[in-house]
Nanobody, 117 residues
Framework: QVQLVESGGGLVQAGGSLRLSCAVSGIIFRMNAMGWYRQGPGKQRELVAH???????NYADSVKGRFAISRDNAKNTVYLQMNSLKSEDTGVYYC???????????WGQGTQVTVSS
């Protein structure tokens, strides 16, 4: 059973920072890429950051230079450091394995990030 437990969200002023965590179980974590997704109000869920099993990272243009994804394979945890937050970063943040077999079946409860301007 795949479990994804996100934490670390909250209310922050524009320009502030947050660090999100996602504890993962039920998969061989070190062998899988991981992604952080965001669903803003009235918007579809989108992939904002991706980290390969080897640690290579990619970002959506909207967060590039401000967000940093990382992973700790010993803790089966993926992180998202978010700096210089903007109001448009507001949304529920989720982590998942960026493969359809996972994204069609498994999602955690997410963690709410609200950026006030």
């Amino acid at each position: 059973q795949v479990q994804l437990v996100e934490s670390g969200g909250g209310l922050v002023q524009a320009g502030g920072s947050l660090r999100l965590s996602c504890a993962v179980s039920g998969i061989i974590f070190r062998m899988n890429a991981m992604g952080w997704y965001r669903q803003g109000p009235g918007k579809q869920r989108e992939l904002v950051a991706h980290i390969s099993s080897d640690g290579d990272t990619n970002y959506a243009d909207s967060v590039k230079g401000r967000f940093a994804i990382s992973r700790d394979n010993a803790k089966n945890t993926v992180y998202l450091q978010m700096n210089s937050l903007k109001s448009e970063d507001t949304g529920v943040y989720y982590c998942n394995v960026p493969l359809r077999i996972y994204t069609e079946a498994y999602w955690g409860q997410g963690t709410q990030v609200t950026v006030s301007s």
